[in-house]
């Protein structure tokens, strides 16, 4: 019953904020909405029986899609990160100002209902309703809210991600009708034996879909624009969540699969990633704008991930899921971080902004915090999960390994690049009379760096909640 | 050669030749008549297979009724004079040509049928083309469609009725 | 008769009209050839029915075989009077519209 | 039996009432009335508690399939009268006639859905027509509407000629007008495709492809479409073009096994180029109607998998592709026919001066592109799944995916009209009524995405 | 005791966080008495630490599992042995007097940067006590980053300056590129043995293969250069000079660069059995020590001499580490950290009365007017020149003496880098103090001796500078009086068993220090000659001279090499590789589409005979695609 929940109450939280008119009473719902969601999913994962943690009923029996929802270990944490993430979203950006703040926060609540129902659901067919319900209300988001060039970012954005989706569509029809029981169950897709050069078209097919929403080189391209131009809420559910329905779809939907065509095309897969990151790293370094720098450099963390995902490793993948979590976290932290800059200051351009530390020293701390979890620095969380995929890496090839540690170094080039940029030196025009950041924010991200520090130093119970989807990933055919 | 023979080919022609000209005169006047001329000459042809109820109709339907409508109305806006424009002589040649292309395929086609090699088309005899069997034949098996091509025409009056009206 | 000359001869009567609906602009005259199709069509059920009662009568001195081709182009006829009736509503309506019954005036709606 | 008797009677009641009332709302109220009973009528038809029975000869079959496709149909038409009901009278004065002659199309339909012969193929076809090339130039005055009526008819009667040359083959090479004449060779039982035969299902197809806006025989589609009184766009887009598809489906289901393979090859090509055509030529308009009605050409390219694959699913599909596309269209129809400008900018910013409105056309939009958890999504769902099914044409599905994506495009320039782009959206006066009806046919749309079983069930009880 | 080991670290964590959250709250007394505090409390139960591993022997402390991941585990677990625990007495002793005298030197700051200060400090501490506590390699790491994260935090401390700032990031990324080539290492151990814990690492050093083994000594040593500051990655150690003196003394002198050592000396049973690797440590350490102390001769800026001198030091125990000599190694640090950190004290002394004029050329003659600051930089600078018996002396000569036997080459080569440092020490130590003043009359009127939490810390090293070899005087002057080698034996035991020692005879040892002793006092007489009258004060250089004053123009070189084209090929990626190529192709697909659109448009001409000409041609064409598995194409032919 509890994934059922996760899904209606923001459901209907979300369906019931369309017609809140008041700007703070929409906040404030908003708020309450994903608080009650957390606790849900906090009882729901920590205090409930296991039984409780799966669904199944009927829905469309003529097609044999069923309305089944499970959680296994990787599906707890990333309903943990949606969780947790939203609430501090909210908190974050509470002090902006929306027009029809109403529908904001009832379009962020039903991306929240599409964000679980990706991560719960456990027959294809539903995954793809949730796939799609957690994109549009983001293409609402980004168009109505977002910057100057919003309508034709978001659309190319919305485009992009579409086809892909499209192309797992007709992913998931071609499998369903390998299955013996004319099924859309995972255990059904699970058991179809595909040969091997049949499974390559199919593969791609749901391998685009996925590459396209993590992003990975080159299939990257909508994602800074994207960042750039949605609101800083939109943006970190985007970076810091959506981008994890890529790689949980590729574990959970892909990797089992597929086995033999996973194995075919993981060199090029991971030499695609390795690129990747090599390449947002480089381009990161030239960012004037904090937004496409964050955005350039999520590109780059989600290469490791996507290049370690395809490595076989076991303790890879036991690194790929807790970054999920990590860089969900760490990336949410520097939007904030970029969004308390720009609403301040109104400007996210490096050229213009200095000193902020003089300014505002709480935030300079925190940020540099975060940006130091962004370079996987000990003793944050990134470093375990990074240290993890890396490993697994090493497994695979020491010279992947060499090249792709290449973009740790630049990865503190242009972090420092940035924490330099934007906190150090004199004053500007633009920051000579910032103040520090509110009370708001300064909670958030302190909720965050608490986080960060104490996943970093004791990151055991990650490893441990998504212990079981590793074995059952790893277990084969 | 019997006659039957000399006068399907008598009849063919004036078909083929009448047909000719009604897309070449200039007069739409002159090639209502041309047509009328065809008309004449399928019905011709109609009685040399023995179908003369068709025939008949043939020449009261649309020699009778539906041209001298078409009549009328060319007579009604003053067309009865050479007022057509050309139309472009690359249009006028890409319709002849890939008019001629069908026709070539379409003959090339029954030319390879090899299911019609030697059949006939009974001449002169059989009665199914004599009214008795072919009113006996609509008033039984085909009553339903001939009560349903009553719609057509209530909705092709109701038609004329709408669009001619004067508002 | 061999039933190929028929064939060719309404092929041949089609072809024509399908030639003239491609080369003129009078919309009267266009829908004269379309007419002139039609007829080339009867022709063929005709002879075809012919054909068929042929065959039939071969073996059965009785049958009707074949009578539904002639009824069918009876249909035809039907159909025919009811298209000319509104057909040539339209054209007149368009004629007191623009005063011309050019088809290729008939461009406003393109693209 | 029932649906066509009695759709031809309440065409001659519409006449009737014109005379004697001359409240053109009335009128309206009328229609509805005897499209319920159309609807009442043909479930006793469906259910055998009450039927004409009268000996066709062979000439009609009503399976459930036909009988099942016309409650739809007429379901779908109730629900156009009642959103678009009172607009017919902006296309012109005669009323009463207007809604005579939509009954006569459905008199047509209801042929279509049962003919067992090309007589009644044939005849259906011509009911169907006719009346709608009077609809397509009822603006008399519009020249516009001139013009698409005398291309319509025109390429109609063209096609007419096409249509039955092709019959003249089939009846020479099988001896017979009824749909499962096959010319077998009697010693071997074997069928035996003559070319006589073949040529005359080319013809054929040519005259459905056309009837249907299939690619490259859809020239007359955007034209007569946009020419035509919005009003009756919007039936002619989504109603008739359904039976349409019902009857080319159910003239080449027993036909394709004559085709060979070569048939899948051409039907590929023109599902081809009906998706690109439509699709691509879609993006550039200006004008939203024009934009449908490429659209309507994209979407009957969807439509065409449902012949290209002939399976149950198929059969399943195309119901519910029709109801999916029939209901948004006439919802966005219904809308376009409220607005002032019917170009892209005379959305501009709908979203503000009516929400309800702009609310409903984004469903009905998203549903056309195929979106999930609207009904659109299943009918694209079950016409891709068919193809799928038969194996070996995922290409052809890869290509359509592609087209799909592309359709997104152009549906979503209008939400990003109505919703990103300032502008004061003029519209005709709104009634309440009429919002909650679009809200209740936009909320159908949604549950039909979550339980397309609810029209689906109806096929199997 | 030794279960109390945590409590060293927790002292200056606890401290960082006092200070860090409650930089605005807290008076400057009350921040510099926790910062100094925890330090001493540190130091303390570090002397407890020491005594009981001195009594009881090594143990290992584990506090709870880090990482439990399929293929291995890491615990957060301490190793109390004889080297961590010398080290922590370095690291907190001295710590403890840096923090002493930062109390005094940065008084001048705002409250809250004094907070922020001594925060940055104390986190040092923590990570590098870190460092040398871990008992694996994961742990080591985690100080090994976490020393360069406050590294970089204090050398951008100032961080208006964006001079000092790009000094800060530039140490950073240096250290990082060290530290890929150490997290390789983990990596091939992890891969290998499936664990990084020393224990297990050395007993089972015989499972790795010799490539193995060279492989990993090798990336471990390239984590070594980047944080010692070898060649090639020493250019940042100079320029984080830009830090206050304090944090130089401690960071960039005593402690952190020395974790190279540190490390090394830890894994020293690796690079024993790996020959190539010595020889590779060996040959980096003598060059940048030569090579640091060249740049060192013409350097002005006091602080900068210092760090070159600190780079060419370093090589020295690099070099000892290669030869085998490991316990002259940890010997030389423990003497470098006293010499050195005194005199980067002294420095700082000098600085603070200067009023942060650094500049050797414009100073002079100070000896009068700071006399404690001068005694003790002079012990400094005999110590570090390696006259006997300051401590600077027996520690050079252990490692000297090894290279000899491993080598006479490296002796040779060697001796001639003690005669540079003593040269430009002692440069350094007369254009300071001796002569005339040379600065502004503002500066020569406020010239004072320092205050007394700044003079102490000076005496107490000084005192270690001058005593401090006695704990390892060699076996040629006293048998069995090498006290730091008995203690540390049973660190490199393994180490000593494999290494085939073969020892030089009393009287070759003797002759060589005679020598070598001669030969540096000729220079520091000299040196002091030439530069008592600052000769060359505002000559023009040119030729070798010029090239060493611009540090043999290294960084311009990675600036060529390196830096540049990087950046070009990340603005050929940036501007025209991801703008034109790969979002061109995305967006041409887009365009194609308008493109097609716009084209298809036209097909609709509006023209009914068009349209039906379309169809027919479409209708021939689907019949010839139909038949033409048929005779129709022939009969075609036929037919023309």
Known sequence: ??????????????????????????????????????????????????????????????????????????????????????????????KNQ?????????????????????????????????????????????????????????????????????????????????????????????????????????????????????????????????????????????????????IFAVIKWLLPFFPSASEQFAQWIILLSVIGMLYASLIAIRQDDIKRLIAYSSIAHIGLMSATLFTGSRVGLEGVMIQMFNHGINVIGLWIVADAIEQQLGTRKFSELGGLAQKAPSLAILLVVMAFANIALPLTNAFIGEFLMFNGLFHYNIWITAVAGISIILAAVYTLNMV????????????????????????????????????????QPMIDLTKDTVGATMAGK | MSITQIMFFFLSALAVFSAIMVLVSRNPVHSVLWLIAVFFAISGHYILLNAQFLAIVNLIVYAGAIMVLFLFVIMLMNLNKESEP????????????????????????????????????????GDIGLIKNLGKALFSNYVVPFEISSVLFLSAMVGAVVIGKKE | MPIQYYIYLSLALFSIGIIGVLTRRNAIIVFMCIELMLNAVNLLLVAFSKMHHGTALATDAATTAGIDGQLFVFFIMVVAAAEVSVGLAIIVMMYRNIHSVDINFLNRLKN | MNAIILSALLGVVMMFSGILTKNKSVLKYIAAVGLLLLIAFNVMDTYAIFKFDIDSRGLLSFGKFGLYFNTLAFAATFIYVLLSGSDIEKAGINVAEYFALIFFVLCGLSILSGFNGMLMLFLGIEILSIPLYILTGSDKRNLKSNEAALKYFLMGSFTTGIMLMGIAFFYGATGSFTLNALPVIPTTGMINPSFLHVGGLLLLFVAMSFKVSAAPFHFWTPDVYDGAPSVFTSFMATIVKAAGFIAFIRLFQTQAVALGPTWKIILSIVIILTLLIGNITAVFQQSVKRMLAYSSIAQAGFMLFALFSSNDLAMEGILLYSVAYSLATIGIFAVLIKMNDYTFDGFNGLAKSNPVLAFTTTIFLLSLA???????????????????????????????????????????????????????????????????????LAALVIVLGIFPSIILNGFYF | MSKLVYLVPLFPLIGFLINGLGRKSLSKSMISIIGCGVMLASFVVSLLVFFDVKANGATTVELFSFIRAADFQIPFAFQVDQLSSLFLLIITGIGFLIHLYSAAYMHEEEEQHFGRYFAYLNLFVFSMLLLVLGANYVIMFIGWEGVGLCSYLLIGYWFKNDQYNYAAKKAFVMNRIGDLGFLLAVFWLLFKLGTVTYGDVFSRVSELSSFDITAITILLFVGAMGKSAQIPLYTWLPDAMAGPTPVSALIHAATMVTAGIYM??????????????????????????????????????????????????????????????????????????????????????????????????????????MPITHITFLLACLAIAGIPPFSGFFSKDEILMAAYSANPIYYYVGLGGALMTAFYMFRLYSLTFLGSFRGTHEQAHHLHESPSPMTIPLIVLAVLSVFGGFVGIPEVFASDAHSLEHFLAPIFAESNKLAHAHHLTHSQEYIMMGVSTALIIGVIVFAVTKFKKAADVNDEHTGIAKVLENKWYVDELYDTVIVKPLHLLSVFFKNILEKNIIDGVVNGVGKLVGYGSRQLRLLQSGQVGNYILVMVMVMVIFVLIWFNDLTIMNFLKKLF
Not at chain 1, 135 to 148: D, H
Not at chain 1, 204 to 213: D, H
Not at chain 1, 420 to 445: E, H, M, P, W
Not at chain 4, 372 to 384: E, H, I, N, S
């Open chain 1, 1 to 94: 019953m509890i994934p059922v929940l996760l899904i209606l109450l923001p459901l209907l939280t979300g369906t019931i904020s369309f017609f809140i008119k008041e700007e703070n009473a929409a906040k404030g719902w908003g708020l309450l909405s994903a608080v009650l969601t957390l606790i849900v999913a906090v009882a729901g994962i920590y205090f409930y029986p296991a039984a409780q943690l799966s669904f199944d009923s009927a829905w469309l029996p003529s097609l044999g899609s069923r309305f089944t929802m499970s959680m296994d270990g990787m599906s707890k944490m990333l309903v943990l990160l949606t969780a947790i993430s939203f609430p501090l979203i909210f908190l974050a950006t509470y």
């Open chain 1, 98 to 246: 929306y027009r029809n703040a109403g529908s904001f926060y009832a379009l962020m609540l039903l991306t929240q209902a599409g964000l679980m129902g990706v991560f719960v659901a456990n027959d294809a067919l539903l995954f793809y309703f949730f796939w799609e319900l957690a994109l549009i209300p983001v293409y609402f988001l980004c168009s109505l809210w977002g910057g100057e060039k919003r309508i034709a970012v978001t659309f190319k954005f919305f485009i992009y991600t579409f086809i892909g989706s499209l192309m797992m569509l007709a992913g998931i029809l071609y499998m369903y009708f390998q299955t013996a029981d004319h099924s859309f169950a995972w255990q059904s897709f699970y058991s179809v034996q595909l040969a091997p050069e049949k499974q390559s078209l199919v593969f791609w097919l749901f391998f685009i879909a996925f590459a396209i929403k993590m992003p990975i080189f080159p299939f990257h391209t909508w994602q800074p624009d994207a960042y750039e131009q949605s609101p800083t809420a939109t943006t970190m559910v985007l970076s810091g969540i959506m981008v994890k329905m890529g």
């Open chain 1, 420 to 459: 330099q940029k934007v906190f150090y030196g004199n004053t500007t025009a633009v920051t000579s009379n910032a103040t520090d950041i509110s009370g708001n924010i300064r909670i958030t991200l302190v909720i965050l760096v608490i986080l960060v520090i104490a996943l970093g130093v004791y990151p």
């Open chain 4, 370 to 440: 195929g979106i999930p958890l609207t009904a659109g999504f299943f009918a694209k769902y079950y016409m891709l799944a068919s193809v799928i099914k038969e194996g070996g044409s995922l290409w052809l599905v890869i290509v359509a995916l592609f087209f799909a994506a592309v359709s997104v495009y152009y549906y979503f320039r209008v939400i990003q009209a109505m919703y990103f782009k300032d502008g004061d959206a003029g519209t005709a006066p709104i009634s309440g009524v009429f919002k909650l009806s679009l809200v209740l």
């Open chain 2, 86 to 125: 050309n139309k472009h002589i690359w249009m006028k040649l890409a319709g002849a040509i890939s008019g001629g292309c069908f026709l070539m395929v379409m003959v090339s086609l029954v030319r390879q049928a090899a299911d019609f090699q030697g059949k006939e088309a009974l001449v002169g005899t």
């Open chain 5, 264 to 369: 090394i000396a830890r894994s020293n049973i690796l690079y024993t059995m790996s020959h190539v690797s010595q020889t590779l440590v060996a040959i980096t350490g003598l060059a940048t020590a030569i090579f640091a102390a060249t740049i060192a001769l013409k350097q002005n800026d006091i602080k900068k001499v210092l760090a070159y001198s600190t780079v060419s030091q370093l090589g020295y125990m690099f070099l000892g580490l290669g030869v085998g000599a490991y316990t002259g190694a940890v010997f030389h640090v423990m003497t470098h950290a006293f010499f050195k950190a005194l005199l980067f004290l002294g420095a700082g002394s000098v600085i603070h009365a200067m009023h942060h004029e650094q500049d050797i050329r414009k100073m002079g003659g100070l000896k009068k007017h």
